[in-house]
């Protein structure tokens, strides 16, 4: 199931004895676009204060207005502090996984370390057979970074950004689709009304060639025809996989449901 990520905004979070804020944003790492955090504003109960938690705590997909978590009030009341307001470092980040006794994202093969999605029974990491067919190229790509502290981005921010085709800029980021199972992105959700009024597209991150962060502009691989002649997405009709087929196979792409490891 694919879900906006604007839509998470405002969603209670219950955690095991009750609830412990709303969704204020979610980050995500800018190697693999997935979804590492959820930026919990805990409103009047902990005044002033934001926390973050992992969609690994993340019990199920969310429930109409509410996303369920495997913490308790206490554990969200005594969690390591994180200032939302500057960039989240690597050290945080394995502060808050040693707290909720989680293994580290970053280590491992696949989207989640050595899972491939939340929830997933973990497999030692000697008995998983790695090739780079099985291995996503966004992944392959965090295993060839320079070391160092990730950058998170966030939904929020990001929305707004240009988009650009090779041949010229065709409308800026107005949302993202969260599957809700890996917590990967799988689509941006681009607003063509300065040059194709009244019409949306999709474009997934695996067809981003460059982002230039300081200048807020996504360029993608694709001609600007392309993209126009691609499937419309109506935002008011379900996301389907047929759907998905004939964008890809349009794009000359190939389709991470066949080959990514879920």
Do not use: C
Request: aromatic share 12%; net charge negative; charged share 25%.
């Amino acid at each position: 199931m694919l879900t906006p990520a604007s839509a998470f905004k405002g969603l209670a979070i219950a955690a095991t004895d009750g609830d412990v804020g709303s969704v204020r944003d979610l980050y995500f790492d800018d190697l693999t676009w997935t979804v590492r955090y959820l930026v919990v504003d805990t409103g009047s109960w902990l005044a002033g204060r934001q926390v973050l938690i992992s969609p690994l705590s993340v019990r199920g997909e969310s429930q109409g207005d509410r996303v369920a978590v495997n913490v308790s009030r206490a554990q969200v009341e005594n969690s390591p502090s994180v200032d939302t307001d500057k960039p989240v470092d690597r050290q945080q980040e394995e502060a808050l996984a040693r707290y909720y006794d989680q293994r580290f994202y970053w280590e491992g093969p696949y989207r989640w370390g050595l899972l491939a999605y939340p929830g997933m029974p973990p497999t030692p990491a000697d008995a998983v057979p790695i090739s780079p067919e099985l291995v996503p190229a966004d992944l392959a790509a965090r295993e060839m970074a320079p070391t160092g502290d990730p950058t998170l981005r966030s939904t929020r921010d990001v929305s707004g950004y240009s988009i650009a085709a090779r041949d010229g800029d065709i409308g800026h980021v107005e949302d993202f689709l969260v599957d809700g199972r890996a917590w990967a992105i799988r689509y941006m959700v681009v607003d063509t009304r300065n040059w194709w009024p009244g019409k949306k597209v999709v474009l997934s991150p695996e067809w981003i060639t460059t982002v230039s962060w300081p200048d807020s502009t996504v360029r993608v691989d694709s001609t600007r025809d392309a993209i126009k002649a691609a499937p419309e997405y109506d935002p008011a009709r379900p996301f389907e996989r047929d759907y998905e087929r004939r964008l890809f196979e349009h794009h000359g792409r190939r389709k991470y449901w066949e080959w990514e490891n879920r």
